[in-house]
């Protein structure tokens, strides 16, 4: 239940995307965010992991973190709430022995289905998570071999990588026919239903104000995959590319440029962010 987690309402809720935003794109390292990490379990503000990693690899983040929040994993298929965590009742989707779990995301058999399609018009041209080892995804992602096995566990979205770019619009319009999309996230392509993360926000922020009341909500994110999340927030952090860059393709007009990168961007935007609150 929410209250004992807390001594008094919470202020804010922190939303974040992880890789190339809390961890840093190459290390996959959260250690230069510890700083803006312990003032949040000080301010007892949530810290809600939202990205494109699996359930199965959030959990691991989490425990890393020391954090028991809901997360939302696979750019927005689920909300997975620990059992418990709210005092009020909600509707949700299935069950498991942790969990609550909302699935808002199509079931990743039928995004297989589409990228099958996909492979047969375009030979060659894009292979998806499914298509690959664990060797194969270790080695193109920097993993370890056991945390490649964690990222395969797919639910809700298909990461794919894309040989060809000019064929971008000819897949979303083939996604389109199916009632799926396509959207580029920091790394892959991603191959999802009807869900982003910021409809996964949104619904979880009302779940919090069942109970409480003046929420205000930070999101944190570097690439277009985290826009829909950053559409929907009051506090909208963009976080520099590891070259100094901002993504061109994220452009809001209240957006808060970090000013870094990866894991020391996150921290020092949301220090400043919770002095000034």
Known sequence: MIEHNSKKDFALLVFTDLDGTLLDHDTYSFASALPAITLLKEKNIPLIL??????????EIQLQLDTIHPFIPENGGALFIPKG????????????????IVELGTPYPKLREVLNQ??????????????LTPKEVADLCGFSLSHATLAKKREYDEPFILEDESLEDALKKIASRSHLQINRGGRF?????NSDKGKAVLLLRDLYCEKLTNLKTVALGDSLNDLP?????????????????????VTLDNLILAPGSGSSGWCEALL???KDE
Do not use: W
């Not at 939202?50 to 959990?59: H, L, P, V, Y």
């Not at 392509?189 to 239903?193: F, R």
């Open 85 to 100: 965590y709210f005092s009020h009742r909600f509707h949700f989707t299935r069950e498991n022995s942790h969990y609550c």
């Open 272 to 274: 400043t962010l919770l």
């Open 118 to 131: 996909m492979n047969t018009l375009f030979p060659g041209k894009l292979r998806g998570f499914g298509d």
């Open 189 to 193: 392509y991603h191959l999802i239903g």
């Open 50 to 59: 939202c990205s494109s990693k699996t359930s199965a690899e959030i959990e």
């Open 229 to 249: 999340m950053l559409k929907v927030v009051d506090y909208p952090i963009l976080v520099q590319k590891p070259d100094g860059s901002y993504d061109p393709s």
